[in-house]
């Protein structure tokens, strides 16, 4: 029985170690992208390298969040969505708080410290209401599965797909704001450059690469990690 508690509980401390990495890794790699923007001895090419790492890394973090979620709603015999999702805010909100503190210190925020952590914080519960709607979803997604008359139907809401919905949730708030800073855009300017277009192309182009692809390839990967670990559970089980 001991060792089955120890391995049930495998999947929700990977998750909750996984987490704390990206992290530390978004947090050290944010404060190189800083250094790199603001020291002329660095090409530009690298600073903007990092500023992509960087929004991956939280992308990721975000998407490890919502696939343990996910899993710990339909197995919660091994899992505990509950608890997957306690631990998806901890972690942001040290990351939150980390970014604050690191802006603080190196003084990206002097005279502004008031505003930067009301935008952390509105940036805090906007992620954390699609953490809670991953939650929501996987509940409702999961009932319609054991309700189905047929392993088709049943497909139709597994676990992958209940978790590729809610990472597409992210996608596509990121752009509707993404829209919204167009349109305030076109409002303010009317004479736009064929290197504004292009940044503005670019900015949609990285929302549905890094929220779209790289966010669904990570979810459909840590689900499947996360199901080769429930495999495990239940062969201690038998044995």
Known sequence: MDKLSRK???GFRLTVLLMLALVLLGRGVSYFHTVAATDIAYAAWVSSVLSYCAEILVCARTVIAIAGITYGVYHPQTQSGGKFLAAAAITALIDYAARFTIDYVTGAIADAEIFAAAWLLLQFLFEMLFV????????CMRKKSAASDS???AEKYSVNRSCTVSVLLVMLSRLALEVWYLVDFLLAYTDITAGETASIVGSFLKVIVIYGGIAVLIGEWYIELLKKRNASVRSVKRD
């Open 8 to 10: 049930t509980g495998t």
């Open 132 to 139: 809670a709607l991953a939650y929501v979803i996987a509940g």
């Open 151 to 153: 392993r088709g139907a």
